[in-house]
C-alpha cells in the first residue's frame, strides 16, 4: 500500500519561504513520476510542479522561478522549496505520485505527469499573509 504524508506547511509573510516534504511509501520511489498540486479555496486543485525518475521538472507558469521541486530517492522524500511567496500561494498543499508508479514520466504542462495522479497525501496548508 502507497502511502504520502506531507509536512512542512505553515503561515509565512509575504516573501517568505517554506519548504514542504512528503514521504512516500514505495518500493519503486526512484522510477516514479511525482509532483505537488494545490487547492484553495472555491478553486479547483491545480497542478504546481512535478519531477520524474531522471529528475526531469515542470512546473505551473505561475510558480516558475520561485518554486524547486526536488527528491531524494534513499530518504524516498518528495520536497517543494518555495520562496518569495505571495498571497495567491496560500492553498492547502497536496502531494501526489502518478497510478501504478510505473514511470511515464513528466507531462508537458506543468505540474502534472503523463499518468494521472492515483496516490494522494492528506495535504498540508500553506498560508501567505500581507
Known amino acids: 500500500q502507497v502511502q504520502l504524508v506531507e509536512s512542512g506547511g505553515g503561515s509565512v509573510q509575504v516573501g517568505g519561504s517554506l519548504r514542504l516534504s512528503c514521504t512516500i511509501s514505495?518500493?519503486?520511489?526512484?522510477?516514479?513520476?511525482m509532483g505537488w498540486m494545490r487547492q484553495a479555496p472555491g478553486e479547483e486543485r491545480e497542478g504546481v510542479a512535478a519531477?520524474?525518475?531522471?529528475?526531469?521538472?515542470n512546473y505551473a507558469d505561475a510558480v516558475k522561478g520561485r518554486f524547486t521541486i526536488s527528491k531524494d530517492n534513499v530518504k524516498k522524500t518528495l520536497y517543494l522549496q518555495m520562496n518569495n511567496l505571495k498571497p495567491e500561494d496560500t492553498a492547502m498543499y497536496y502531494c501526489?505520485?502518478?497510478?501504478?508508479?510505473?514511470?511515464?514520466?513528466?507531462?508537458?504542462?506543468?505540474?502534472?505527469?503523463?499518468?494521472?495522479?492515483?496516490?494522494w497525501g492528506q495535504g498540508t496548508q500553506v498560508t501567505v499573509s500581507s
Open positions: 501526489a505520485a502518478e497510478a501504478g508508479l510505473a514511470g511515464y514520466g513528466i507531462s508537458r504542462r506543468g505540474g502534472y505527469c503523463h499518468q494521472d495522479y492515483g496516490y
Open positions: 514505495a518500493d519503486n520511489f526512484g522510477a516514479a513520476c
Open positions: 519531477i520524474d525518475s531522471d529528475d526531469d521538472a
